[in-house]
T-cell receptor, first 116, second 118 residues
């Protein structure tokens, strides 16, 4: 079965410093992977997605993620954090079992805090 | 592109009443829509998958008579919480797939509806 683990429930960085949000996945198939961001009391916004076309995926707002099959990881990075990046981030993998073909499996989320 | 709206954004109702939440895909036709529930400080929990013109598929443990889902058109799905009780209070989020987008599993989310049942 597919699963996704976000290794940190909370990450705190200073404005202008790099951001690293870690995600490991488990899948018997070649997965599609996503990162979504959720600001307080808002819906989820798609940051980026991996589809096997390229291992380094560029998303919106300066975020990137690299798919590493050998490490089963899909970590999210940004060179320089901005105050507006403070939010909850979800790593997501596609499900391929039973009747759940193509549904999404969400990680528990990582809360990113950005200090001035 | 790929904008999903929800209405209302928040609703307060009395226990025992029913509440309808609408989810619309504004700039694409969505053959499949999803309804999620999110508890405070938790991840999203899939409630049901809604396919246009057919019955919704509910996840295990979700009462289909409690949470009625209708997907009558390619741009609209509705979730009706029937005989709402305080334990139904939650943040409900819908999403939709754009069949033209790859990977096909990509979902676009609405802004959510906060339901408070008194």
């Amino acid at each position: 079965a597919q699963s996704v683990t976000q290794l940190d429930s909370h990450v705190s960085v200073s404005e202008g410093t790099p951001v690293l949000l870690r995600c490991n996945y488990s899948s018997s198939y070649s997965p599609s992977l996503f990162w979504y961001v959720q600001h307080p009391n808002k819906g989820l916004q798609l940051l980026l997605k991996y589809t096997s076309a390229a291992t380094l995926v560029k998303g919106i707002n300066g975020f990137e993620a690299e798919f590493k099959k050998s490490e089963t990881s899909f970590h999210l990075t940004k060179p320089s954090a901005h105050m507006s990046d403070a939010a909850e981030y979800f790593c997501v993998v596609t499900a391929y079992y039973g009747g759940s073909q193509g549904n999404l499996i969400f990680g528990k989320g990582t809360k990113l805090s950005v200090k001035p | 592109g790929a904008v999903v709206s929800q209405h209302p954004s928040w609703v307060i109702c009395k226990s025992g009443t029913s509440v309808k939440i609408e989810c619309r895909s504004l700039d694409f036709q969505a053959t499949t829509m999803f309804w999620y529930r999110q508890f405070p400080k938790q991840s999203l929990m899939l409630m049901a998958t809604s396919n246009e013109g057919s019955k919704a598929t509910y996840e295990q443990g979700v009462e289909k008579d409690k949470f009625l889902i209708n997907h009558a058109s390619l741009t609209l799905s509705t979730l009706t919480v029937t005989s709402a009780h305080p334990e139904d209070s939650s943040f409900y989020i819908c999403s939709a797939r754009d069949p033209e987008v790859r990977p096909k599993e990509t979902q676009y989310f609405g802004p959510g509806t906060r339901l408070l049942v008194l």
